[in-house]
């Protein structure tokens, strides 16, 4: 803070303020930044004429309408989960916006002349490639221009809108389908009619019926039989507009076998207001179908007075419904300022197998709780746990975990690795583990860590030239490197990054 | 020393060789099957023991056939 406010001075002396913001910025959240843009909402609060009016915007089908309002009929008598870990004041749900989307995008432009400036000015801000930026703007035969390097097709989510999908066409030539769940529902009522639900009932838990009822947007996949996806595919989710919830639904399925691999990434301005995500994604793996899921979670985390931030309580399930089917999911967990997630995978189908790598960094008050579940159904099925939680400032991490074997799952087998570090002496780590065994023949291992950064290591860095920071973050890439390999290569780099960033002004 | 000795020394080298470079090869695919099919929750003791096992028996096999 000393040499901040020996900036402020130079800035009277006459000293460049771009130069003064620039050296402020430094350390802070790097996607905090708004975009000023004509937004059109919904009223605020939510009721069934709220859901209805969604709907309507989506110009979805009377079918779809209907089971939107039995969610939000649900919802009214639910109540809220307490039993986490975690503590936030209470969220009023009527004040808030439940849709906001850019007006610009109220009729799909055709040309790039069209597209609202601001819309591509946030793209380019936001490191999405400079090429894709005309399809996410969705203008037509975008498509055909030439990609550099390994293609990444894009689903851009803004507040509530889906922008874009790039590489559609591509994507069809392989049989893929690959588009928003506002489209699917038009373009592919069949397969969304089929599997909505099938995996998260709109009954499961308080925020998935919420996000049932008031879903606007989201990515839909079908990959069908025998197909390799191409590419990589992506959804990038951005909250802009104030007061407003995101609620986004992913629908992934992959049919007999088929293989896919999709990364989701998120961010949001930096406000002083708390803001809502509730998103919910369904994945089904059909016989020997492989589908790897990774997450880089970078919504606001708060500032370090733990003012503001994203409450993300997100309900992420994989159903392996088919043997010999494959999932995995891989997730880096650094912002929001309340966590609330446990990826899960159901092992129905015999020899399927279900892998969790998670990194959860919380850091001043933020506060997680995350881990997974892993069910065991079906015969010879194996799942694989590791988890990494690293506390610092006051922040508290908690890994949760279900593993359950249930009778018919004979010879199925768990291994859990759960570790814990801890950088300061006012945070916390804590683990809880659930296992529960109902068969003889199969086995699940638990093994646990709880350690501090280790002086001598860091004392180690510090005589090659690092400063603290940096020894910090090499030593927490280190602790964190099980996880940061299973990412893909595309995005385990930035992953490292993130992970020493967010780190930034955790020790000193 | 005759052209059919100097043969017969570099076998015996190589043979020799053999029943020390197996084994040790049989161990080093034993941790590359663990690390590459981990989810198969093979003990990486017994991989290696057991790939080790295996290189030695191939030696002596070899042995015995050329020797």
Redesign the interface.
Known sequence: MAALDQTQVQVKEGVDQETVDAVREVGTYKYGWETDIEMEYAPKGVNPDIVRLISSKNDEPEWMTEWRLAAFERWTKMEEPKWAMVSYPEIDFQDQYYYARPKSMEEKPKSLDEVDPKLLATYEKLGIPLKEQMILAGVEGAEDAPAEGRKVAVDAVFDSVSVGTTFQEELKKAGVIFCSISEAIKEHPELVKKYLGTVVPASDNFYATLNSAVFSDGSFVYVPPGVRCPMELSTYFRINAENTGQFERTLIIADKGSYVSYLEGCTAPQRDTAQLHAAVVEIIIEEDAEVKYATVQNWFPGDENGKGGIYNFVTKRADCRGDRSKVMWTQVETGSAVTWKYPSCILRGDDS?G?FYSIAIANNYQQADTGTKMVHLGKNT?S?IVSKGISAGKAQNTYRGLVSMHPKAKDS?N?TQCDSLLIGDNCGAHTVPYIEVRNNSSRVEHEATTSKVDDDQLFYCRQRGMDEEEAVALVVNGFCKDVLQALPMEFAMEAQQLVAISLEGSVG | MTPKSRQRVRKDDVLTVLGYALPVLGGLLGIAYVNTK????INPVWAVGAGALLGWIIARVIRKALG
């Open positions: 197998q892998e194996k694989r087998r291994y | 981990y989810m198969d929750f």
